[in-house]
């Protein structure tokens, strides 16, 4: 039953994200859905726990299984993880592992964390973020583990981020982060990518 909730939640969002898009016959095997006609978008939906290697690509980022213990294998794990608050040295450890983006005013808007909270996580790595603040940084990792799934390393997902994107009215995707309805054409745009609706 939860399986099928997840796949009907999968496909009804990439309908809304490919709709007005989807070129005709464009299919993709083995991936989340294929679409078989303009406009049209049918199931085939494989649900490992989430998405399990991008989760498991998020967790890397925030510190893995060290810094966040719980097995991730459905929303409500992600929900229980981030409203108890992820532990300060999983911002450190995203932050540290970034090879490229390291404007740390930049990422204050992605993270939603001031410089000065920055420099203070290091002092402080067994307490824990608010809510908000988890959210956030879970937010970031997560976009940042779909961009390496479709540029194929984790440089050139942080190169896309900081690119000024024609498809976001030429606004850098890291920029577009910090706030909701920017990070969801962050992700719209990565699925577009990911399946040649926008080259």
């Known amino acids: 039953m939860k399986e099928e ?6 496909v009804q969002r990439a309908a809304r994200a490919m709709e007005a898009n989807a070129p005709a016959g464009k299919s993709r095997k083995g991936g989340e859905w294929t679409v078989r006609e303009a406009g049209k978008v049918a199931a085939e939906v ?11 690509r998020v967790v890397g980022f925030l510190g893995g299984k060290e ?31 970034l090879v490229v983006v390291h404007d740390r005013t930049v990422l ?30 879970w937010q970031f990792a997560e976009t940042l583990a779909h961009a390496s799934e479709v540029f194929g ?9 900081e690119t000024p ?5 030429g ?12 990070t969801e054409m962050v992700r719209t745009l990565l699925t577009r990518i990911e399946f040649g609706v926008y080259a």
């Open 46 to 56: 494989h649900v490992y726990s989430l998405d399990g290697h991008r989760v498991e």
């Open 108 to 137: 204050s808007g992605a993270l939603g964390m001031s410089l000065r909270t920055q420099q203070r996580l290091k002092s402080e790595p067994e307490e824990t973020l608010s809510v908000e603040a988890s959210g956030k940084a």
């Open 153 to 161: 390393t984790q440089e050139a997902a942080e190169r896309w981020l």
């Open 165 to 169: 994107a024609t498809a976001l009215e």
């Open 67 to 97: 810094v966040i213990p719980r097995e991730i294998t459905s929303p409500m794990d992600t929900h229980h993880v981030i409203s108890h608050g992820l532990p300060k040295r999983s911002v450190t450890h995203l932050l540290d592992s």
């Open 5 to 10: 909730i997840i796949k009907e939640a999968v």
């Open 171 to 182: 606004a850098k995707p890291i920029d577009l982060l910090s706030t909701p309805p920017g």
